[in-house]
């Protein structure tokens, strides 16, 4: 009797939608458990964002605090070198960034921070999202950021 059940609550879960792919897995794990908040100075805008609970941006948040120089990137994207590789331990083939994301690189070993929407990239994994402040990479120069931890719920 437990194995009917079993099957039936399997089919209904998949029917009506709460069986999750391997990509809704990964966003979900990359909302996070643990809300960690980001703040990123730009000159004199201070820009707020919430990373993700998984391995690669756990270990971006090591390196915290941070400054960094971001390059502009094909008028989509501020790129800059990391210190050190990051991990990409459990991550997914790659991301569909949109604006606001901020990811690694994991070929180049770089942090990118979208300000317009890109198309999926393989090796592009999310580990955050600007929650407001957006305006500030929306620039054409290159800028020196600071990146600090400044809370966890």
């Known amino acids: 009797m437990k194995a009917?059940?079993?099957?039936?609550?399997?089919?209904?879960?998949?029917s009506t939608g709460f069986a999750q792919s391997e990509d809704l897995k990964v966003k979900e794990s990359e909302r996070g458990v643990q809300h960690m908040k980001l703040k990123?100075?730009?000159?004199?805008?201070?820009?707020?964002?919430?990373?993700?609970d998984n391995p690669t941006s756990r270990d971006f948040l090591s390196l915290l605090p941070l400054t960094?120089?971001?390059?502009?990137?094909?008028s989509t994207e501020k790129i800059s070198d990391l210190p050190k590789k990051l991990s990409?331990?459990?991550?997914?083939?790659?991301?569909?960034?949109?604006v606001g994301d901020i990811?690694?690189?994991?070929?180049?070993?770089n942090l990118a921070i979208f300000y317009k929407d890109f198309g999926y990239?393989?090796?592009?994994?999310?580990?955050?999202?600007?929650?407001?402040g957006m305006k500030a990479f929306n620039v054409s120069n290159s800028m020196n950021v600071k990146i600090e931890l400044v809370s966890q719920n």
């Not at 960094?68 to 094909?74: F, M, R, V, W």
């Not at 990811?103 to 070993?109: C, H, I, L, R, S």
């Open 68 to 74: 960094l120089t971001l390059k502009d990137y094909e």
């Open 88 to 98: 990409t331990k459990s991550a997914p083939a790659g991301h569909d960034p949109s």
């Open 4 to 14: 009917i059940v079993t099957v039936l609550i399997l089919l209904l879960v998949t």
């Open 121 to 132: 990239s393989s090796g592009l994994i999310a580990i955050a999202k600007i929650d407001s």
């Open 40 to 52: 990123i100075t730009v000159g004199d805008e201070i820009v707020m964002a919430t990373a993700y």
């Open 103 to 109: 990811t690694y690189y994991a070929p180049w070993g």
